[in-house]
C-alpha cells in the first residue's frame, strides 16, 4: 500500500460535540484532525468561550480549538430540539460533553437512553471531580481545580504566597485523557460492537503531573517545601533553575554528572569536576546555591539565545526563556506543520495549532476556520438529518434552532 495514501484513523467517525470552553472541545478538536466528522452543537447564544470574545480575549481561543468542525445550534430544552439530538445520536459514533454531573439526565438525554437508541455509541463526559464521589456536585473550573490538585500549593517561591499556573492545566489535561479513554473505547467497540459510557475527572487528569513533589511528600514528611520556585519540585537535581541573561533568562538542567561536567566546560571551568561540592549530583543538591551563583556569574554576562545555543552544542537540557509572541512563531513547530498561519475569517491572519498527535504515512488535515455561529445548521439538519429547508427555516422561527 502506498504509505501516502494511508486514511487519518478517525475518518468515518462522527462525532456529536456538546462541551464548551477548553475541556472537552479540546478532546474533540483532537479527534477531528486525526480525521473525524465533529458537529459541534452550542445553545442559540453559543457557548461560553464564543461569548467570552466580547471582552476582546477568546476569540483565538475559540478559533484554536474548533478548526474543522461543523458549528449548529440547538435548544435542548425545546422537545423538539432534544429530538433532533437523538436523531443525530442515532447516527454518530461518539457523544462527548463536559456539563455538570446529572444535566444530561435531566434533560432527558443521559447515557442510557441514548445508548437505547444507538448501543454503539461512546458517551464520552468529563467534569470537575468526577460523576461519583462527595464532590460530584461542586462547580469546578480549571482555577478552582488547581487549587483543589495541589497545583497552585506547589507553585511559586517557599516564601511567598502560592500562585496559579499560567497555563489552563487542568482543562487541557482533562481534554487529551478524555481524548485517550474515547479512542480506547473506539477500539474496544471493533472488537465487542458495543459501545460504552468513559469519563475523565480534571482532578484525577493532573494528580499524576506533581510526581516530583509527590516524591519529595514521600522522603520528606512535614519537612518537604510546599514551593520550590523554578528549581527541582523534588529539589532532586542541581543546577535546575531559571537563570539571569544579559537580556532575559535561560533554563538550565544536569540531571546527570556527564551534563554538569558539559557545563563547566563551556563556561570554562573545567577544575572544578574534582571539586567536592560538585562531585556528584547529591553534593550539588547540597550546595545548590554555590551551583546558582556559579552559573549565575556566567549566565548574566550573555544573552539568552548565545547561551542557549552553546549548551545545546554541548548536549546541556538548556532554552531561552521565550515571550509567547517567539513562541507563537516557532520555527521548529512551524516546520513541521503543527503551527500553521492561517487566514481566518472573522480574525484575520492568525497562527494556530495542529493536532499534536502525529500519523505517519497520512498527510496532515488542512486546518479549516472555525465557523459563525450555527453556520452548519442547514447542512447538519437539512442535508445530513434530510429534513427539508422549511422544516428547519420552521425550526429558525420557533426557537429551535
Known amino acids: 500500500m502506498d504509505t501516502q495514501s494511508k486514511h487519518l484513523p478517525l475518518e468515518g467517525i462522527v462525532v456529536i460535540d456538546l462541551s464548551h470552553v477548553y475541556n472537552g472541545p479540546y478532546a474533540t478538536f483532537l479527534m477531528a484532525m486525526a480525521g473525524a466528522e465533529v458537529i459541534k452543537v452550542e445553545p442559540k447564544q453559543g457557548e461560553h468561550l464564543r461569548s467570552r470574545g466580547d471582552m476582546g480575549g477568546a476569540a483565538l481561543p475559540f478559533a484554536m480549538l474548533n478548526s474543522n468542525k461543523k458549528p449548529v445550534t440547538l435548544n435542548l430544552k425545546d422537545k423538539q430540539g432534544a429530538d433532533l439530538l437523538r436523531e443525530m445520536v442515532g447516527r454518530a459514533d461518539v457523544l462527548v460533553e463536559n456539563f455538570a454531573p446529572g444535566v444530561m439526565d435531566r434533560l432527558g438525554l443521559g447515557a442510557a437512553e441514548l445508548h437505547a437508541i444507538n448501543p454503539r455509541l461512546i458517551y464520552g463526559s468529563s467534569s470537575g471531580y468526577g460523576k461519583t464521589g462527595p464532590y460530584r456536585d461542586y462547580p469546578a473550573m480549571d482555577l478552582v481545580m488547581q487549587a483543589m490538585s495541589g497545583i497552585i500549593d506547589s507553585t511559586g517561591y517557599p516564601d511567598q504566597p ?94 546527570g554528572d556527564r551534563h554538569f561536567h558539559a557545563i563547566l566546560d563551556v563556561i570554562g571551568r573545567p577544575e572544578l569536576k574534582d571539586d567536592p561540592r560538585f562531585i556528584s549530583r547529591t553534593a550539588r543538591v547540597q550546595h545548590w546555591t554555590e551551583v546558582d551563583a556559579l552559573l549565575e556569574s556566567w549566565t548574566k554576562l550573555l544573552p539568552k539565545d548565545d547561551i542557549a545555543t552553546r549548551m545545546l552544542e554541548a548536549k546541556v537540557p538548556c532554552a531561552p526563556v521565550r515571550g509567547l509572541k517567539e513562541v507563537q512563531n516557532d520555527r521548529n513547530m512551524l516546520a513541521r506543520g503543527s503551527l500553521q498561519k492561517v487566514n481566518h475569517p472573522e480574525l484575520g491572519s492568525v497562527i494556530l495549532p495542529h493536532s499534536p498527535l502525529v500519523f505517519e504515512g497520512s498527510e496532515r488535515r488542512p486546518i479549516e476556520p472555525s465557523l459563525p455561529l450555527g453556520a452548519s445548521n442547514q447542512q447538519v439538519f437539512g442535508d445530513w438529518l434530510g429534513h427539508t429547508e422549511q422544516e428547519v427555516q420552521g425550526w429558525h422561527e420557533t426557537g429551535v434552532i
Open 162 to 255: 502560592p500562585v496559579k499556573s499560567g497555563a489552563a492545566i487542568c482543562d487541557f489535561m482533562a481534554g487529551i485523557h478524555l481524548y485517550a479513554a474515547i479512542a480506547t473505547a473506539l477500539y474496544e467497540r471493533e472488537r465487542t460492537g458495543v459501545g460504552r459510557v468513559v469519563e475523565v475527572s480534571m482532578q484525577e487528569a493532573v494528580f499524576a503531573s506533581l510526581a516530583s513533589n509527590l516524591g519529595m511528600l514521600h522522603a520528606r514528611g512535614d519537612a518537604a517545601p510546599a514551593r520550590t520556585g523554578n528549581r527541582h519540585g523534588g529539589l532532586g537535581i542541581s543546577p535546575y533553575n531559571v537563570y539571569p541573561a544579559k537580556d532575559g533568562y535561560v533554563v538550565l538542567n544536569a540531571p
